[in-house]
C-alpha cells in the first residue's frame, strides 16, 4: 500500500489504529467503564429533553391568554429527589472509576520488566536480560508486563489502545503502566502527544507471542551480532566502523556502542524502519541508507551522500545482523 504522508513510503499490515478494540484485562477495563459511563449519560440526557419537551408541549406561554404554571415552591420531596439521584450517580460513576484505575493501572514493581526510552521519533526498549532493541517490543502472551517509561529529549505519549492505556513520557520523570496481551498478535502502538516534525512517525509495534517463542526472541536479542561472512558485508562492517554510524549507534559484538541512535545489533529482524516509515525490506533499507531525509524529513540521521557502492556494502552487513 502506498503511503500518501511520505510519497513512496510503504505502510504494512499492522498501520490501523484500533482504538475500541480491547485486548487486556487493563484496555477491557477502560471500555466496560466507558460504555457504563456511555449509556448513563445517555440515560439522563433523555430524561433532561424528556422533560423539556413536555413543559414546552403541555405549558406553551404564547398561547394566548394562558395563565402562568404553580411555581410549587419549597416543596421537600422533590429537593431531596433531584439532590439524592444526581449524588448517586456521581458516587456510583466515582466508585466504578476507581476500581477501572485499579485494575487498567495498579501500582508497578519494584523492579520494571522492560524500560522504554521514547527519543525524536522512535521508541527504545530495553530488557532485563540485556536485550536493546528499536520500535518493536516482543511480549508473552498473557502475561502482565510492568514498563518504565522515560524520555531522552520531549515529551512523548506511549499507547497501545488495544493493550493498555496511553502514558505520558517525561524527560528524567519515568512512569509506569502495565502491559498485557490476551492473544498472540501483532498491535500497532504510536506516539500520541506532539513531540516534533516526525511526531506522526513515531510507530512502534507489540509483538505478542507464546512464552517460548518470546523467550527465544529475547535470547536472540540478547546475542552480539554475529561477525560477517561474505566478503562484501565485511566492508559494509568496516565502513560501518570507519564511518560516523558509531557516533549514535550500537551493534553489540562490534566497536560501536553509542546509544543516540536506535542499537542496530538485530536490526534485520524488525518489521519496520525508521519507526514504521517502511517495511524492513533489503529494498527499503538502501533507499534508507542512500538517505534517510528523503523518506523521513527532519529525521536525526542525516544524509551522508554515500556512493551506491557504500549503500550495497551497509545495507549487505546490515541484512546480516538477523
Ligand atoms: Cu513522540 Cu509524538
Not at 414546552?56 to 394562558?66: D, I, T, V, Y
Not at 521519533?121 to 532485563?128: F, N, P
Not at 520531549?154 to 528524567?172: D, N
Not at 507464546?210 to 546475542?223: G, S, T, V, Y
Request: with cysteine.
Amino acid at each position: 500500500m502506498i503511503n500518501l504522508l511520505q510519497p513512496g513510503a510503504i505502510l504494512i499490515g499492522a498501520d490501523v489504529v484500533r482504538a475500541l478494540n480491547p485486548q487486556s484485562p487493563q484496555t477491557r477495563a477502560i471500555a466496560d467503564l466507558a460504555a457504563v459511563v456511555g449509556i448513563v449519560m445517555a440515560l439522563i440526557f433523555a430524561v433532561v429533553v424528556g422533560l423539556v419537551a413536555y413543559a414546552l408541549l403541555f405549558f406553551p406561554r404564547w398561547r394566548e391568554g394562558e395563565p402562568d404554571p404553580g411555581q410549587g415552591c419549597g416543596n421537600k420531596t422533590i429537593e431531596i429527589v433531584w439532590t439524592a439521584v444526581p449524588l448517586g450517580i456521581v458516587t456510583a460513576l466515582f466508585i466504578l472509576a476507581a476500581r477501572t484505575m485499579g485494575i487498567s493501572d495498579p501500582p508497578p514493581p519494584p523492579r520494571p520488566d522492560i524500560v522504554v526510552i521514547g527519543h525524536q521519533w522512535w521508541w527504545e526498549a530495553r530488557y532485563d536480560s540485556g536485550a536493546i532493541v528499536a520500535n518493536e517490543i516482543h511480549i508473552p502472551v498473557g502475561k502482565p508486563l510492568a514498563l518504565k517509561l522515560d524520555s531522552a529529549d520531549v515529551l512523548h505519549e506511549f499507547w497501545v489502545p488495544e493493550l493498555a492505556r496511553k502514558i505520558t513520557t517525561v524527560p528524567g520523570h519515568p512512569n509506569h503502566i502495565w502491559i498485557q496481551a490476551d492473544k498472540p498478535g501483532t498491535y500497532l502502538g504510536f506516539c500520541s502527544e506532539f513531540c516534533g516534525t516526525q511526531h506522526a512517525w513515531m510507530h512502534f509495534l507489540v509483538v505478542a507471542e507464546p512464552q517460548e517463542e518470546f523467550e527465544q526472541w529475547e535470547r536472540a536479542q540478547a546475542a552480539a551480532a554475529l561477525p560477517p561472512v561474505a566478503e562484501t558485508a565485511k566492508k559494509g562492517l568496516a565502513l560501518f566502523e570507519q564511518m560516523s554510524c558509531v557516533n549514535c549507534h550500537a551493534i553489540k559484538g562490534t566497536t560501536a556502542s553509542a546509544t543516540v541512535g536506535p542499537d542496530l545489533t538485530h536490526v534485520a529482524s524488525r518489521k519496520q524502519l525508521g519507526a514504521g516509515i517502511a517495511s524492513n525490506t533489503p529494498e527499503n533499507l538502501r533507499r534508507w541508507l542512500r538517505d534517510p531525509q528523503k523518506m523521513k524529513v527532519g529525521a536525526k540521521m542525516p544524509d551522508f551522500k554515500l556512493t551506491d557502492e557504500q549503500v550495497t556494502q551497509l545495507a549487505a552487513y546490515l541484512e546480516t545482523l538477523k
